[in-house]
């Protein structure tokens, strides 16, 4: 059984920063990609950043330069550090683990229970 807790998030004005933080826990055998999503009242969720196993990073065009995806291995740990907000930033945000519990299944997907970021203007 895996456990995804996430953290961060709240109320910022524009131009300011926030991090949020996910972390799984339990049964993990390896993690292939962690990512970042997040989903505005009335939209889609759309994907925000995403990590490989190898470390390469991928970001949302809507993101980049503004955002920075970052993991911590040893803690199952993935990190968005989100500067210079805007309010079209204002979403829920999830976090993501696409991971195997052993060697011998396939990856399935652990999301976090999701935080609300509000950019105010």
């Known amino acids: 059984q895996v456990r995804v807790v996430e953290s961060g998030g709240g109320l910022v004005q524009a131009g300011g920063s926030l991090r949020l933080s996910c972390a799984a826990s339990?049964?993990?055998?390896?993690?292939?990609?962690m990512g970042w999503y997040r989903q505005a009242p009335g939209e889609q969720r759309e994907q925000v950043a995403a990590?490989?196993?190898?470390?390469?990073?991928n970001y949302a065009d809507s993101v980049k330069g503004r955002f920075t995806i970052s993991k911590d291995n040893a803690k199952n740990t993935v990190y968005l550090q989100m500067n210079t907000l805007k309010p079209d930033d204002t979403a829920v945000y999830y976090c993501?683990?696409?991971?195997?519990?052993?060697?011998?299944?396939?990856?399935?997907?652990?999301w976090g229970q999701g935080t609300q970021v509000t950019v105010s203007s």
């Open positions: 993501n683990f696409r991971l195997r519990t052993t060697p011998w299944t396939g990856t399935t997907d652990y």
């Open positions: 339990g049964t993990i055998f390896s993690i292939n990609i």
């Open positions: 990590i490989t196993s190898g470390g390469d990073k």
